[in-house]
């Protein structure tokens, strides 16, 4: 438990919460597999599990092999690979094959529209009775089983605990809640799974769907209320708009888990894995993703860019260096501000000659000078990087020719391009 | 207060929630503007700032006049559109410039990295004393004001309390929280909103950056605690990955307040106000966009599309047609499943032709021989609309031709096109 510090909002441990003790069932290739763009070939499948092994994931999950020929095919070479993490597969609550996975996970709706619609009506009784069979069955052959209820945020809370309790108490390794429609919010998943705590003895496995942007906050609340495994895709992808990504996730789970995440997980590869899927489906990695959109560790706003350059703490909660990424300061557009571009002046390595022994930087009064010009032509049009450079070189030469003609000294920057300076 | 339903973790109102009574300030063109790729021009601006109106925003804020000359004309043309919508600007807490706004939002770092770095190391009894002194300002200006901290969520939670009951003494319309590094995470939002709505007699606003990819939750929390007004923007767009997003908070809304969101906002714009955005800063609506991404409203497994056409709540907590979209159900891939074929080929219009005088739907034995041979077919590529539907018709044929040669009775289906059912 750690000790409260200056700012009472800090997380402080308790024994409920497993934010710093989480696991993590990646489901790219079987929730991801129902992602609308999705075909993947065998070998874009072990690609994919490979590097999620890599990575550090704690499960794979992969397609039913009852799905088709292929997917049964794929499975098998799978599990043969010998890869770290261990290997599921995902079923509806019907008795199926196994095709030499560690585990399998088993799946049945429990909600009101479920049972009419999908179930034919079947009751919490028959539900069941038809669980443990399968559990049993599971178990019977050499497997870790878990069993979840489906769309579990619009079932009845008595029917959910009292078959949880029940598969439970039939030794199942693990009990999954999830979200199926993505209707959940956060003080309800919270709620949900602190009640789940105090019925079941075994791990608590959360699966949450995005439909109304909540997937990450979800998990993060449940693992504050006990959950020990999360449902996570690379980029999300799965039926409709997706599941909790596995890229924010990390992002998520970093300011109050650094330690125990940098210690578990490959973060550098974040970006990869995320890039190679992309491709694969069709995708473009969204512009606002966490970590991975081409501006999270953009600044532009002229006191946040002031601030930033004196220390990244100030308007950062995540370095990028952590996830082998860069920090962009934009110094170009009208909301710039002096002293960004007196950041931009000394890379440019532009000091004034004098007519005596020293060189001096520009006067903060001079910085603002030209800071003003560039402000006044961005109001005009886009300002790329050649057009800001080109402001200050001139504003710099007429400042020396004005000193004494003493010719330039400057070095070109080495890190920018496109209007951002590196910090 | 509505009454309890058969699911207890339904959300029932207290009296402290204002999830069916909150306010939208609408800042695409402020924080937006903060966006790497912004350039507005003029137009773009009186587009965005009609569009929004037109929607049924409360509030529309707009850059500091002082930023830049253009950006102080451009407040001054949007005050003269003679919007249903206030226009607020923002600025740092020094007293500025209003250019006819109804009001202003004021913003202070009081964090202890904000203070160190971008003010200069300021106590809090200099911070406050000056805050007092610009509301008074801009109060004697007849215009709104809001106080907001800023960073709030690593601030000392005494500082702020004591600020905030400061300036509620002083007559502010709005404090503000902002979680300008995107670090807070639902619970420690609820905690703090709730503490405050203690502490202030005036409307709360709450602003969420996305880093950790909470912005929505956050913003629903808040709202749960108290709070009265979020802070949006079109696609979430401003500083680094930017904040909670339009048209996913409306996804976050609807399934807990429904009428009263479809009371007050324009659903149906939000296609079109987010393409508009999109096009004008290059970006592309994220694949995952609630509501508006590609296949928000796509189902693929056999299992969900069977659910899902039976009935769309099964799988759907939004309704696409609130937001004048449609639905789609994939039914060319190796998952699909023998009950979406079966639709398939009812909306193909294909029939059995036997001798006598009944025309007859095939049995389910012969779409579930169907359903395998598209399956066959998907397990080796991409099948198309075109590639499943022969595969339906030369089975459909053979059926005809083994019935008796009576030749074929088909329609072409008019709804479904790039291997979707519309259901």
């Known amino acids: 438990m750690s000790a409260p510090t200056g700012n009472p909002y800090a997380r402080i441990d308790d024994l409920l919460s497993n934010v710093r003790n989480f696991k993590i069932i990646e489901s790219t290739l079987r929730e991801g597999e129902q992602f609308a763009n999705s075909h993947y070939s065998t070998e874009t499948k072990i690609k994919i599990a490979t590097m999620l092994d890599q990575f550090g994931v704690d499960y794979l999950e992969l397609t039913n092999p009852c799905s088709s020929p292929q997917s049964r095919a794929d499975l098998e070479t799978i599990c043969k690979l010998g890869l770290k993490a261990k290997i599921l597969t995902h079923t509806r609550c019907t008795i199926g094959c196994d095709a030499g996975v560690d585990g399998v996970d088993v799946v049945i709706g429990t909600s009101q529209f479920l049972r009419e619609h999908s179930l034919n009506g079947k009751d919490m009784v028959a539900i069941t009775k038809q669980a443990l069979e399968v559990i049993e069955y599971i178990k019977s052959r050499g497997c870790e089983v878990r069993f979840s209820t489906e769309d579990s945020f619009r079932s009845d809370l008595v029917d959910l605990l009292s078959i949880y309790k029940a598969v439970s ?180 390595g532009l000091i004034l000659s004098v007519p005596l022994y020293t060189e001096l930087q520009m006067t903060d009064d001079q910085v603002k000078e030209v800071t003003a010009k560039i402000k006044q032509m961005a109001d005009i049009r886009p300002l790329a990087i050649d057009d800001a450079d080109s402001i200050i070189r001139s504003f710099h030469l007429e400042l020396n020719n004005g000193e004494g003609q003493k010719g330039q000294s400057e070095q070109n920057g080495q890190n920018a391009q496109n209007g951002h300076v590196e910090a």
């Open 169 to 348: 108490q039939a030794g199942v390794n693990r009990v999954g809640i999830a979200d199926t429609v993505g209707c959940a919010s956060p003080r309800q998943v919270y709620d949900l799974v602190r009640t789940l705590r105090g019925c079941v003895s075994c791990d608590i496995e959360v699966h949450f769907h995005d439909d109304t942007g909540c997937a990450v906050a979800n998990a993060f609340s449940a693992l504050e209320a006990g959950a020990t495994h999360v449902d996570t895709s690379v980029l999300g992808i799965g039926e409709r708009n997706g599941i909790t990504p596995l890229g924010a996730l990390m992002a998520r789970m970093m300011p109050s888990s650094r330690d125990y995440v940098l210690s578990k997980y490959n973060l550098k590869m974040i970006k990869s894995i995320e890039d190679f899927v992309a491709e694969e489906v069709e995708i473009n990695t969204p512009f606002n993703n966490p970590i991975t959109g081409f501006c999270a560790f953009t600044h532009k706003a002229g006191i946040h860019a002031k601030a930033i350059l004196n220390s990244p703490s100030t308007y950062e909660i995540l370095k990028p260096e952590d996830f082998g990424l860069t920090r962009y300061v934009h110094f170009t557009s009208r909301l710039t501000g002096w002293n960004v571009i007196k950041s931009r002046i000394s890379q440019l």
